[in-house]
Structure formats: structure tokens, C-alpha cells
């Protein structure tokens, strides 16, 4: 059969032939199969119709033969179940609004049950699975409390999150309310995952960067372990969250299988952070597939190399892949880790 | 006279009574004061007009009580003569239009001249020097060649930095064209600073932290290193860039007195990182303002305790103080910082 062992033993540490990879949004705007659909669907109705989903979670697979697939979702998807009001305004990023801010407004959210409140998301990978016929891995994924509070509080993305920190600093009591509903929603969300078929998890806390080490420490960090705590470790779970340099280990304390590693660290200073004893995903700059098609292997190759250090290593980019990139690069650059990593 | 030793000898790394704290953007519209002023000028006007300017800058001395007064002006003032189109636009950021991306556009652009191009700046420091009358020490700055490159290649201000790091990589030669021109420009400027009586200077690479270390090294760091050695090196270098964690060695291999840091590292971390040789600023999330003014002395008294471990250490924040901040919270820091650090 297929290649998930790759992947899947990549994040279990053991031997693999090659390096597997697969590629944040991976399905998304860089393609125009993808662009074909959202000419077609809202990007919500992508989300929560199930052949949609599937098909577009599958147009990379084929095209730039990566060895996993991650649903095609996005982690806002539960705060709808949950209470709030959830919009994508085309070029302006997700909206909540009203937001939520203070403890009367987050006592009215509920935790959510995740095949009744967002079925779709697991009938997605039901279906993946059976479409997939076991040629690659199927990731799931969900956004860590911390991620999802940020846009719930400031409604939306921020610059300086001074609605989310100043919440944080000053209604404790309502901050760790509303971070308490996310995590249990946040375990019962990826459990129905694994239970659909998921066959690795990552946990995205693509904001926990903006914070300093001791915030992260003392307002985040225990969520994120209650997360972890609360999973079903049946599959792998990957722990990711951009310009994370200087919480690494705090990341890491939390217990993943996997540490994502976003690009503003060299690869083997990260492994070195982290004690090198947990497998990494990444970590290439998603501009340097604005390089050269010449250039873009050179570049792989010095993160294969200093991959090697970690007792396993999936390549990735260090963030989502970005819209404008050229898709046969993004080709270029699966091409070129699969041969320099050749064993 | 003056508390300026204070300032200028922790910059040097000599012994001081009690710990010195000025506050970037210490200027600006957290103050009623300041907000006053721009209801009258454009932000422009207030760059270009040395008693509008020198009324700004004086602003947050007496009220605060700093330990040291900043220039008020702008990082891109220098775009302009240099041959860029510059407007401030409330609520949108700086605008350069049209954009810098091609090398014919390069080549079109001059070194600039500051007593003839930008005299404004050079007057505003005089009179500050005068008007001060050894109060405080003034701090002179410059953006640093790649930051003030990221504006005039993306017109403004950007998420991912495309455009940018597109010319970077694959027009090296106008980059490099660009770079210099950036670099000639800043030593001169900052050198037409130093002789009007900036008494130190920092430079802000504010947008370095955007770069991979390889890629920071490999595009960036020897136009630092053009700057640091073309200054005239009577008055302490202070370098700062915003999410650097990653960088500081390469930062600090420009040569520079003092380095900057960003919150989002332990200051006791970057001092390791650093080498413990050379005197740090920093390093208050600008956040942690919103704390209540009970919590605000504690997380100073930490930032202190870990600061003294470096030769020097000068107490500011980790980024500019954001619009929102109370201003009393500012003034409950400053007092913080020279009682907890009294000997």
C-alpha cells in the first residue's frame, strides 16, 4: 500500500527511506483547482459541505504528491456551535462580531458535541479516508484554546491583541472561563476526529508567538496540556504555533508527539532547544519558494540536513503556504525533498 | 547637573545608582498632550516643524520623568529626499506609492544630503539639546537599511512580506543596489545626528525578525555591518529589532554598545545568548501596561532582577508603547523602574 507509514513513522521517531512532507494549506488559494471551487462555494460552504471539502482537500495530493493530506476546515469552524458569530470577509480575514469580552458574554457559550454540532468535519474525513484508499495519512487538526480566545476577544484578527491581553490581565476569572470551554471543546473536537479516521492531529496555536514566555507560562500553558492530557493518544499529535522560537520548550512541556517549527529559527538551533529528543515538522520560509526553481533545492537541503539531528523529521514550511506562490514550486520543492532525501 | 549619565553610563556599561527607563514612542498619542498637537499639524508638519517637534519630544519628560528624550520624527523622513513618494494616511500606516521593485526604479534614487534634505531634524535636535540644557541626554535614530528597503519595495506596511523578499532573492542586484544606497544614506544621516548633538543613537531594524537567520545573514547583515562602521562612534549604538529572538548574535556581529530586545524572549535569555558582554535595553511587553497598577511594579521588578546579569541594562519596552496605554500606567512604570532599582 501507500506511503503512510512515511509519515506516521516520521512522527513516531522510527526509520524512514525518505523524508516525508506535506505542506501548511496545502490546499488552498496557490492553486487554481482550488480557486475553480471558491469561484463556485463561500469559503464556509467548502467547509462544511463534505464532496467539497473532500475534493479539495484532495487536488494537491495528486499535483504536488505529498505524503499527507490535512482536511480541508478552518479552526473557527467550532466557535459557531459554540455561541459566536462567525463570518470570512473576502480579503479581510474572519470576523466575530459581537465579540466576546467580558465573563456575562463567555458564560453563554457551550462546549460544543462535535458530531452533532459539526458533522460535516468528521463525514469529511470519513470520506477522505474512503477516497484515499490508505495512499497517504489524513491529518486532523483544530486550533489550540489560546488561537481561537484571541479571535473571539478581539473579533477578528489583530495587530498588538490589546482587547485579548488586557482581558487576560485583568478578568482572570473570564479569560480562563473562556479558555476552559475551548479546551474541552478543543479535546472533544479532535477525539471525534480520531474517531472519524484521523490518523495524526495538529494542534495549531498559530498566536501563542505574540506572547511573552512568561505569559505563556502562566495564562496558556495549561490549557495546552490540559488539551493534550485529554486526548485520545492513539495517533500522533503535532504541536505548531508561529514565531514560537523562545517558547519552544514551554510548547513542548505540554507533551506532543511532534513540534512544528515555523521558519525565523534554523532548524537544528530548534532541535538543540527542544533537547533533541522529539521528532520536528518544517520549517522552510514559505517565500523561499518565491526563489529560483534552481535555488528552492538548495534550500531543502539545508533543512534536510539539519533535520537529521531530531530522531525524526517531517519537512513542512514554517507557516501556510502563501497565495501567490507559483504552484510548480511548491512542486518543485516536494520533488526535490523526496530525491535529497533518498536514503 | 542632569540624570543624562545615567542614561549614557549604563550605555557604556558603567556603574549607575538606580536603573534609567525612557519609553519607545514615549511621544505619541497615548498622551492627550501629544493628540492636542496632531489635531492642529499632520503628522508630517510635526516631523518637519523643529518647535512643533521639540514640544512632542519634550512632552513625556517632565510628565514621565524618563531618563532620556527621543527625537520626534519618523523612520521613512529620509525616503523622501532620497526620491520616494511618502504619505501618512490615519489609521492605514505609512503609504509609498508608487512602490520601489524594479532596478530602473533603484537607480533613480540619490543618497541623501541631511543638512540640505532634512535640516528640520538636525535643528529639532539642536534646539532639543538647548532647550533640554543637560536635563536629559537626546537620542537620535534611523531605521536601518532592510526595514526602510521593506517599505519602498511593498509601498507600506505588509503581513508576509512578499514583494520584498521576491526582489530580495531574485533581483539580487537591485536589492543590493537598493541596500546601499539605504546604508550610504543611514550613516550619513545618523552621522549629521551625532554632529547636532544626538548624545546616542539607535538604529531600528524593526522588520528584521521577518527573516529566517540564513537569510538575515546572508542579505542583510553586512549593510548593518556597512552602518555601524561608517558612524561616528562618539555616542553609544543602540540596535533594536522587533521579534529578533533568533538573531541577536547576528545583530550583535554588526558591533553595536547596546542591544535592543524585543518581550517576546526572557531578558536573562537574551543576555545568554548575547554572550553577557554587552549592555541590553528592554524589554517590557508593551501590553503588560494594561495590568493593573498594582501588577505593573512586579513585572518590572522581574525585568530588573534578570537585567543584572548584563553589563548595563537600560529599561524600556519591548516594542513602542501602544495608543490605547493609559498614560498614568506609563508614569507607574517609570516610577517603578527607579524605585525597585535604587541602590
Same mark, same amino acid.
Given at each position: 500500500?501507500?506511503n503512510?507509514?512515511? @509519515?506516521?513513522?516520521?512522527?513516531?521517531g522510527e #526509520?524512514?527511506e525518505?523524508?516525508?512532507?506535506w505542506?501548511? %494549506?496545502?490546499?488552498?488559494?496557490?492553486?487554481?483547482?482550488?480557486?475553480d471551487? %471558491?469561484a463556485?462555494?463561500?469559503?464556509?460552504?467548502?467547509?462544511k459541505t463534505p464532496?467539497?471539502?473532500v475534493?479539495v482537500?484532495?487536488?494537491?495530493?495528486?499535483f504536488?504528491?505529498v505524503?499527507?493530506?490535512?482536511?480541508?476546515?478552518?479552526?473557527?469552524i467550532?466557535?459557531?456551535?459554540?455561541?459566536a !458569530?462567525?463570518?470570512?470577509?473576502?480579503?479581510?480575514?474572519?470576523?466575530i462580531?459581537?465579540p466576546?469580552?467580558?465573563?456575562?458574554?463567555?458564560?453563554?457559550?457551550?462546549?460544543?458535541?462535535?458530531? #452533532?454540532?459539526?458533522p460535516f468535519v468528521?463525514?469529511?474525513?470519513?470520506?477522505?479516508?474512503?477516497?484515499?484508499?490508505? %495512499?497517504?495519512?489524513?491529518?486532523?487538526?483544530?486550533?489550540?484554546?489560546?488561537?481561537?480566545?484571541?479571535?473571539?476577544?478581539?473579533?477578528?484578527?489583530?495587530?498588538?491583541?490589546?482587547?485579548l491581553?488586557?482581558?487576560?490581565?485583568?478578568? %482572570?476569572?473570564?479569560?480562563?472561563?473562556?479558555?476552559?470551554?475551548?479546551?474541552?471543546?478543543?479535546?472533544? *473536537?479532535?477525539?471525534?476526529?480520531?474517531?472519524?479516521?484521523?490518523?495524526?492531529?495538529?494542534?495549531?496555536?498559530?498566536?501563542?508567538g505574540?506572547?511573552s =514566555?512568561?505569559?505563556?507560562?502562566? @495564562?496558556?500553558?495549561? @490549557?495546552?496540556?490540559?488539551?493534550l492530557?485529554?486526548?485520545?493518544?492513539?495517533?500522533?499529535?503535532?504541536? *505548531?504555533?508561529n514565531?514560537?522560537a523562545?517558547?519552544? !520548550?514551554?510548547? !513542548?512541556?505540554?507533551? =506532543?508527539?511532534?513540534?512544528?517549527?515555523?521558519w525565523?529559527?534554523?532548524?537544528?538551533?530548534?532541535? +538543540?532547544?527542544?533537547?533533541?529528543?522529539?521528532?520536528?515538522?518544517g520549517?522552510?520560509?514559505?517565500t523561499?519558494l518565491?526563489?529560483?526553481?534552481?535555488?528552492?533545492?538548495k534550500r531543502?537541503? #539545508?533543512?534536510?540536513?539539519?533535520?537529521? !539531528?531530531?530522531?525524526?523529521?517531517?519537512?513542512n514550511?514554517?507557516?501556510?503556504?502563501?497565495?501567490?506562490?507559483?504552484?510548480?514550486?511548491?512542486?518543485?520543492?516536494v +520533488?526535490?525533498v523526496?530525491?535529497l532525501?533518498?536514503?
Open positions: 500500500m501507500s503512510d507509514y512515511l @509519515f506516521l513513522r516520521a512522527c513516531r #526509520e524512514v525518505r523524508t516525508p512532507i505542506i501548511m %494549506r496545502q490546499a488552498g488559494r496557490y492553486m487554481q483547482e482550488y480557486r471551487m %471558491r463556485k462555494h463561500t469559503f464556509l460552504e467548502l467547509c464532496e467539497a471539502a475534493e482537500t484532495l487536488q494537491p495530493i495528486d504536488l504528491g505524503d499527507a493530506a490535512i482536511l480541508f476546515s478552518d479552526i473557527l467550532v466557535l459557531e456551535p459554540m455561541g !458569530k462567525l463570518a470570512f470577509h473576502e480579503g479581510r480575514g474572519p470576523v462580531d459581537p466576546f469580552r467580558t465573563l456575562a458574554d463567555i458564560e453563554k457559550l457551550r462546549v460544543i458535541e462535535p458530531e #452533532e454540532d459539526v468528521m463525514d469529511t474525513l470519513r470520506l477522505l479516508r474512503k477516497e484515499l484508499e490508505g %495512499r497517504v495519512p489524513v491529518i486532523g487538526f483544530s486550533g489550540a484554546p489560546f488561537t481561537l480566545a484571541s479571535y473571539m476577544i478581539e473579533g477578528g484578527t489583530s495587530k498588538a491583541f490589546i482587547q491581553k488586557s482581558l487576560m490581565y485583568k478578568e %482572570r476569572a473570564a479569560f480562563d472561563s473562556l479558555m476552559t470551554k475551548l479546551a474541552k471543546t478543543v479535546i472533544k *473536537y479532535m477525539n471525534a476526529q480520531i474517531a472519524a479516521g484521523a490518523e495524526a492531529v495538529q494542534l495549531f496555536d498559530t498566536w501563542a505574540i506572547l =514566555p512568561h505569559d505563556y507560562i502562566e @495564562f496558556v500553558a495549561p @490549557f495546552n496540556k490540559m488539551v492530557d485529554g486526548l485520545n493518544r492513539t495517533v500522533p499529535v503535532i504541536m *505548531y504555533a514565531g514560537s523562545t517558547l519552544l !520548550k514551554h510548547l !513542548k512541556a505540554a507533551g =506532543p508527539d511532534v513540534m512544528g517549527i515555523d525565523r529559527i534554523n532548524l537544528d538551533d530548534a532541535i +538543540d532547544l527542544l533537547g533533541g529528543d522529539i521528532p520536528v515538522q520549517n522552510l520560509d514559505p523561499a518565491f526563489l529560483s526553481r534552481e535555488e528552492i533545492p531543502a537541503k #539545508e533543512i534536510l540536513d539539519m533535520g537529521k !539531528k531530531a530522531p525524526g523529521h517531517i519537512f514550511l514554517g507557516h501556510g503556504v502563501l497565495p501567490p506562490t507559483d504552484p510548480d514550486n511548491v512542486k518543485a520543492l +520533488d526535490a523526496h530525491e532525501s533518498q536514503k
